[in-house]
């Protein structure tokens, strides 16, 4: 089992930044690629970045590119998401989830332990 929890939500106007932590427990943070994803109010759960195991390799979903970072640091077994430029439409709750795949997964099935989730809002 890998227990996620996610911090650093909260309210911003837009154009502000935020930065989201995931912290992970229980198996070796370096064997699972990790991925974000949100969620808003009456849509389906979207991708929005994702990382390697080594955090060789990243990805950003088209809507955030530019504007998001994901990094990972496995020596604190802690995944990031830094949001910049926000935008009334990212607000959603964010979730953290790990991956046993290779390569970067942009779907939800894909990946099998998901934290509980971060509010993020964005003011105009």
């Known amino acids: 089992q890998v227990q996620l929890v996610e911090s650093g939500g909260g309210l911003v106007q837009a154009g502000g930044s935020l930065r989201l932590s995931c912290a992970a427990s229980g198996r070796t943070f370096s064997n699972y690629g990790m991925g974000w994803f949100r969620q808003a109010p009456g849509k389906e759960r979207e991708f929005v970045a994702g990382?390697?195991?080594?955090?060789?390799?990243?990805l950003l979903a088209d809507s955030v590119k530019g504007r998001f970072t994901i990094s990972r640091d496995n020596a604190k077994n802690t995944v990031y998401l830094q949001m910049r430029s926000l935008k009334p439409e990212d607000t959603a709750v964010y979730y953290c989830a790990a991956n046993s795949r290779v390569g970067v997964p942009t779907t939800p099935y894909e990946y099998g332990y998901w934290g509980q989730g971060t509010q993020v809002t964005v003011s105009s």
């Open positions: 990382i390697t195991r080594s955090g060789g390799r990243t």
